[in-house]
Protein backbone atom coordinates (compact mmCIF):
# COMPACT_ATOMS: atom_id res chain seq x y z
CA UNK A 1 0.00 0.00 0.00
CA UNK A 2 1.43 3.77 -0.82
CA UNK A 3 2.09 6.24 1.66
CA UNK A 4 3.82 9.80 1.12
CA UNK A 5 3.95 11.88 -1.77
CA UNK A 6 5.13 10.93 -5.18
CA UNK A 7 6.35 12.69 -8.76
CA UNK A 8 5.19 10.57 -11.66
CA UNK A 9 7.78 10.77 -14.65
CA UNK A 10 6.56 9.49 -18.01
CA UNK A 11 8.58 9.06 -20.54
CA UNK A 12 7.35 8.62 -24.52
CA UNK A 13 9.59 8.71 -27.76
CA UNK A 14 8.39 11.11 -30.21
CA UNK A 15 6.61 14.14 -30.12
CA UNK A 16 3.68 12.21 -31.95
CA UNK A 17 3.27 10.27 -28.65
CA UNK A 18 3.42 13.20 -26.57
CA UNK A 19 0.92 14.72 -28.59
CA UNK A 20 -1.53 12.09 -29.04
CA UNK A 21 -1.32 10.14 -25.22
CA UNK A 22 -0.11 7.34 -26.97
CA UNK A 23 1.77 4.85 -24.08
CA UNK A 24 1.18 8.32 -21.70
CA UNK A 25 -1.86 7.29 -20.58
CA UNK A 26 -1.10 3.65 -20.16
CA UNK A 27 2.45 4.52 -17.92
CA UNK A 28 -1.00 7.17 -16.20
CA UNK A 29 -2.73 4.23 -15.24
CA UNK A 30 -0.10 1.97 -13.99
CA UNK A 31 0.90 4.43 -11.77
CA UNK A 32 -2.60 5.31 -10.49
CA UNK A 33 -3.06 1.82 -10.21
CA UNK A 34 -0.04 1.30 -7.90
CA UNK A 35 -0.58 3.94 -6.11
CA UNK A 36 -4.16 3.20 -5.45
CA UNK A 37 -5.63 2.71 -1.53
CA UNK A 38 -3.00 3.81 0.98
CA UNK A 39 -2.47 7.87 2.62
CA UNK A 40 -0.58 8.92 -0.48
CA UNK A 41 -0.04 12.30 -2.26
CA UNK A 42 0.45 12.64 -6.26
CA UNK A 43 2.24 16.37 -6.09
CA UNK A 44 2.92 16.57 -9.41
CA UNK A 45 3.35 14.65 -12.92
CA UNK A 46 6.64 15.53 -15.51
CA UNK A 47 6.25 14.08 -19.14
CA UNK A 48 9.35 13.98 -21.26
CA UNK A 49 9.07 13.60 -24.98
CA UNK A 50 12.55 12.16 -25.88
CA UNK A 51 14.18 11.66 -29.08
CA UNK A 52 16.56 9.22 -29.76
CA UNK A 53 19.75 11.61 -30.34
CA UNK A 54 19.35 13.10 -27.27
CA UNK A 55 21.34 12.23 -24.05
CA UNK A 56 19.82 15.32 -22.11
CA UNK A 57 16.23 14.74 -19.81
CA UNK A 58 15.44 18.67 -19.08
CA UNK A 59 12.42 16.65 -17.92
CA UNK A 60 13.66 14.05 -15.96
CA UNK A 61 15.93 17.00 -13.90
CA UNK A 62 12.27 19.05 -13.35
CA UNK A 63 11.12 16.06 -11.84
CA UNK A 64 14.31 15.16 -9.82
CA UNK A 65 13.68 19.10 -8.28
CA UNK A 66 10.70 18.66 -7.14
CA UNK A 67 11.35 15.47 -5.78
CA UNK A 68 13.21 17.23 -3.74
CA UNK A 69 11.57 20.15 -3.09
CA UNK A 70 8.50 18.11 -1.69
CA UNK A 71 10.45 15.36 -0.17
CA UNK A 72 9.07 13.04 -2.06
CA UNK A 73 9.26 9.67 -4.17
CA UNK A 74 10.41 9.63 -7.75
CA UNK A 75 7.91 7.50 -9.26
CA UNK A 76 7.50 5.68 -13.27
CA UNK A 77 5.49 3.58 -14.60
CA UNK A 78 8.54 1.08 -16.38
CA UNK A 79 11.89 0.80 -15.54
CA UNK A 80 13.44 -1.38 -18.17
CA UNK A 81 14.26 0.88 -20.71
CA UNK A 82 15.24 3.75 -18.09
CA UNK A 83 17.38 1.76 -16.17
CA UNK A 84 19.67 1.26 -19.22
CA UNK A 85 19.87 4.84 -20.00
CA UNK A 86 22.96 6.06 -18.47
CA UNK A 87 21.62 10.09 -18.14
CA UNK A 88 18.94 8.61 -16.01
CA UNK A 89 20.98 6.21 -14.08
CA UNK A 90 23.68 8.89 -13.35
CA UNK A 91 21.37 11.86 -12.61
CA UNK A 92 18.91 9.60 -10.42
CA UNK A 93 22.12 8.64 -8.76
CA UNK A 94 23.38 12.21 -7.86
CA UNK A 95 19.82 13.81 -6.90
CA UNK A 96 19.52 11.67 -3.39
CA UNK A 97 16.01 11.38 -4.54
CA UNK A 98 13.82 8.36 -3.59
CA UNK A 99 12.95 5.93 -6.64
CA UNK A 100 9.93 3.42 -7.07
CA UNK A 101 9.06 1.48 -10.59
CA UNK A 102 5.37 0.23 -10.99
CA UNK A 103 6.50 -2.98 -13.01
CA UNK A 104 9.22 -3.60 -10.59
CA UNK A 105 8.45 -2.38 -6.76
CA UNK A 106 11.38 -3.44 -5.01
CA UNK A 107 13.68 -1.59 -7.65
CA UNK A 108 14.04 2.07 -5.43
CA UNK A 109 17.97 3.46 -5.65
CA UNK A 110 19.25 0.07 -4.28
CA UNK A 111 18.42 -1.04 -8.20
CA UNK A 112 20.44 1.93 -9.36
CA UNK A 113 23.26 1.29 -7.19
CA UNK A 114 23.45 -2.39 -8.75
CA UNK A 115 22.90 -0.79 -12.26
CA UNK A 116 25.62 1.25 -11.05
CA UNK A 117 28.39 -1.19 -10.03
CA UNK A 118 28.51 -2.20 -13.83
CA UNK A 119 30.22 1.15 -14.51
CA UNK A 120 31.57 1.48 -11.61
CA UNK A 121 33.82 -2.09 -12.22
CA UNK A 122 34.90 -0.70 -15.32
CA UNK A 123 36.30 1.74 -13.72
CA UNK A 124 37.83 0.15 -11.04
CA UNK A 125 39.70 -2.50 -14.03
CA UNK A 126 40.72 1.39 -15.49
CA UNK A 127 42.24 2.27 -11.70
CA UNK A 128 44.02 -1.01 -11.69
CA UNK A 129 45.63 -0.58 -15.00
CA UNK A 130 46.86 2.60 -14.54
CA UNK A 131 48.40 1.27 -10.75
CA UNK A 132 50.05 -1.80 -12.85
CA UNK A 133 51.54 1.21 -15.24
CA UNK A 134 52.87 3.32 -12.31
CA UNK A 135 54.33 0.21 -10.45
CA UNK A 136 56.08 -0.96 -14.29
CA UNK A 137 57.56 2.83 -14.30
CA UNK A 138 58.84 2.97 -10.63
CA UNK A 139 60.49 -0.48 -11.21
CA UNK A 140 62.51 1.10 -14.46
CA UNK A 141 63.37 3.96 -12.10
CA UNK A 142 61.48 6.56 -12.49
CA UNK A 143 60.65 8.70 -9.14
CA UNK A 144 56.83 9.03 -8.73
CA UNK A 145 54.94 10.90 -6.02
CA UNK A 146 54.83 14.48 -5.16
CA UNK A 147 55.92 16.71 -1.83
CA UNK A 148 54.60 15.18 1.41
CA UNK A 149 56.33 17.82 3.24
CA UNK A 150 53.28 20.47 3.32
CA UNK A 151 50.39 18.16 5.11
CA UNK A 152 48.94 21.63 6.23
CA UNK A 153 48.07 22.85 3.19
CA UNK A 154 46.60 19.30 1.87
CA UNK A 155 44.39 19.58 5.19
CA UNK A 156 43.35 23.15 4.80
CA UNK A 157 42.58 22.07 0.98
CA UNK A 158 39.99 19.41 2.32
CA UNK A 159 38.68 21.61 4.91
CA UNK A 160 38.16 24.37 1.75
CA UNK A 161 36.24 21.74 -0.10
CA UNK A 162 34.34 20.33 2.62
CA UNK A 163 33.01 23.94 2.74
CA UNK A 164 32.12 24.42 -0.34
CA UNK A 165 30.27 20.80 -0.84
CA UNK A 166 28.14 22.30 1.88
CA UNK A 167 27.65 25.27 0.32
CA UNK A 168 26.94 23.83 -2.76
CA UNK A 169 24.43 21.44 -1.41
CA UNK A 170 22.68 24.90 -0.04
CA UNK A 171 22.70 26.75 -2.99
CA UNK A 172 21.04 23.45 -4.94
CA UNK A 173 18.41 23.33 -2.22
CA UNK A 174 17.80 27.18 -2.99
CA UNK A 175 17.83 26.87 -6.64
CA UNK A 176 14.98 24.16 -6.77
CA UNK A 177 12.47 26.62 -4.19
CA UNK A 178 12.87 29.54 -5.86
CA UNK A 179 11.21 28.98 -9.00
CA UNK A 180 8.19 28.15 -6.22
CA UNK A 181 8.78 31.52 -4.87
CA UNK A 182 8.98 33.37 -7.74
CA UNK A 183 5.50 32.02 -9.20
CA UNK A 184 4.29 33.19 -5.47
CA UNK A 185 6.18 36.65 -5.58
CA UNK A 186 4.53 37.34 -8.69
CA UNK A 187 1.09 36.71 -7.70
CA UNK A 188 1.66 40.13 -4.95
CA UNK A 189 2.39 37.38 -2.68
CA UNK A 190 5.11 39.42 0.42
CA UNK A 191 8.12 37.75 1.65
CA UNK A 192 5.88 36.45 4.72
CA UNK A 193 2.89 35.13 2.78
CA UNK A 194 5.50 33.09 0.74
CA UNK A 195 6.83 31.64 4.23
CA UNK A 196 3.51 30.59 4.95
CA UNK A 197 2.42 28.84 1.57
CA UNK A 198 5.83 27.01 1.66
CA UNK A 199 5.36 26.03 5.27
CA UNK A 200 1.27 25.12 4.06
CA UNK A 201 2.29 23.13 0.92
CA UNK A 202 4.57 21.16 3.35
CA UNK A 203 8.35 22.25 1.47
CA UNK A 204 11.00 21.72 3.95
CA UNK A 205 13.13 24.46 4.88
CA UNK A 206 16.79 24.77 4.43
CA UNK A 207 17.11 22.88 7.95
CA UNK A 208 14.52 20.15 7.01
CA UNK A 209 12.47 21.68 9.87
CA UNK A 210 9.98 24.06 11.10
CA UNK A 211 8.12 26.59 9.60
CA UNK A 212 9.05 28.75 6.76
CA UNK A 213 9.99 32.12 7.52
CA UNK A 214 10.46 35.57 5.39
CA UNK A 215 14.39 35.62 6.63
CA UNK A 216 14.64 31.65 5.22
CA UNK A 217 12.62 32.98 1.76
CA UNK A 218 15.00 35.85 1.32
CA UNK A 219 18.09 33.80 1.62
CA UNK A 220 16.84 31.19 -0.59
CA UNK A 221 16.53 33.41 -3.32
CA UNK A 222 19.56 35.44 -2.75
CA UNK A 223 21.43 31.83 -3.04
CA UNK A 224 19.41 30.60 -5.67
CA UNK A 225 19.51 33.58 -8.09
CA UNK A 226 23.19 33.67 -7.22
CA UNK A 227 24.01 29.88 -7.89
Do not use: C
Not at 13 to 39: D, I, K, P, W
Not at 100 to 123: C, K, M, S, W, Y
Amino acid sequence: MAEGSFVAYYRVSTERQGRSGLGLEAQQEAVRSYLNGGSWKLVAEVVEVESGIRSDRPKLAEALRLSRLHGATLIIAKLDRLARNVAFVSNLMESGVEFTAVDFPQANRLTVHILAAVAEHEAKAISDRTKAALAAAKARGVRLGGDRGNLAAVRSQGTAASAAARGEKSSSRARDVVPVIRELQSEGASLRQVAAELTSRGIPTPRGAGPWNAMQVKRAIHKGSAA
